[in-house]
């Protein structure tokens, strides 16, 4: 059986999966990242998890959120992982392992496990954007990867959507992310007037998910307002790049169909309209796995 | 010798060439568009002119601003046009012309024209811009030319740079258009204490940049003010799309290096930055004859 291993190297977790040809996850292994050991230590870690499967897999593909040198292999820099500036990935991997490695963005690798195995399957052109705390993109055209001319293309996050908005970490004004990124959202929760759970020290967007759920009004209206913005954002992304299909994931596309809904009639309002306008909006089904799939996918898009 | 026939088809001018393989503009044609005659008569006097090259061309390409179905060479809906409502422009023709004929929006004539013979030839992917009355865009990607699921990609003039901002003709808030769309530029001069040129009743962005080479420091602003607008909206296309170039045309990019001196500091200012980050930014050279060129370039690419 031709199996490839996927890994999604995140902030918190690494997540490695064996994955078949036709896109199930058949082991799985999760260990901590412990980024504050360097990056050293993160790629000896791996490489150890992966000496288990030795003989089992043809490739490697590793998603990392960032700006990746897709061809060489090299992550430039990760808004996850601190002190990982320029660091050949690839290079050091393939010091102890002897199967192909490739690497890129963690978005790419989304859009990737939604456009093989997920709700993009056989799509003409796909947006793929995931809601974290920090917001990527990728892009299929014409069932290809789109890496852009600098490997950078499909950033919607740093798109601006309001030229006087908040700054950004990234030194923009008003970039989607400043409105539809995990902290900023719960901040705009934490300034209005909160209760019950939303008055929790400790807020996150599940425990927004969970207030709204139970009826609570001022979380229903954060995730609505959500919408809006990232509606925003995602109808420049119609207007530019025209879609098939656009598929939303990451942590905060658990708000569902609240979510959704808001974006869809906020895209509806700010698109232009005519008979033969074709686009699709949906939320992943594939959670977690969309990243361990899409990776494991590199070796045939990269 | 091969050659095909060109048609600019705008609001004011039918501009028709007849262009050879290498993008010579051998003869020309231009007479008044009359739509007010409506649809029938702007086809009756395009076959009309086109009866003295009868034997001399293969194929015809037709560029007309507005939303156009491509495949079946139908303009559903035209700014420039009025009463042009889903009119079978290709079918009207073919029932006199036997050669093949192929429609497309003016802004991929543009685009096609400066990846062919301008500014753009042979780079690996091109954003084109063209400024005027409206906001047009096209992309080429991988030498092909993108038109989305819709035929309506590239719709750079109607993206939100500030979802706060004036109300657009699309039904949209804070368009790109709205900040620098002809009138718009216009009336934000207006608006201002003017003197001189710029107190001209039928001011024009010719005026206005007539004002600035002579040295009227409001209308040198004005130019600047645009540039910083359309940096915004251009760092956006840079961010989604990530091309290796983008080339600006249509009158306003008469504006010259002002504009785009202004355009460039602020996409600089607003795209993230690292060592493999790749983007041109340029003007067009080929003025009117670019929507020609890449009109007779239709039949390759559509």
Redesign the interface.
Known sequence: MNTTVGIDLGGTNIKIGLVTNGGRIIQRITIPTNAQYGPEAVVANIINCLKQWQNQYQTIGIGVAG?I?HKKGIV??SPNLPNWKNIPLKTWLRKVIKQPVYVGNDANAFVLGEYCFGKAKGA??VFGITLGTGVG?GMI??G?L???????????G???????GPRCA?????CLETYVGAKYIINRTKRKKTTGLLTDKNLTPALINLASKQGDKLAQAIIRETGV?LG?GL???I??????LIVIGGGLSGFGKLLLNSVKQTVQ???????????KIVLSKLGDDAAILGASQFPKFL
């Open positions: 700006l040198d430039h820099f003409k052109s993109g055209i014409d290809k789109w890496l852009g001319i600098s490997d950078a293309a499909g950033e919607v740093h798109t601006t959507i309001n030229f006087f990234c030194g923009n004004q008003g913005y925003i109808a420049n992304v207007s530019l790049f025209d879609p098939a309002a700010r698109i232009m309209n005519f008979p033969g306008r074709r686009v």
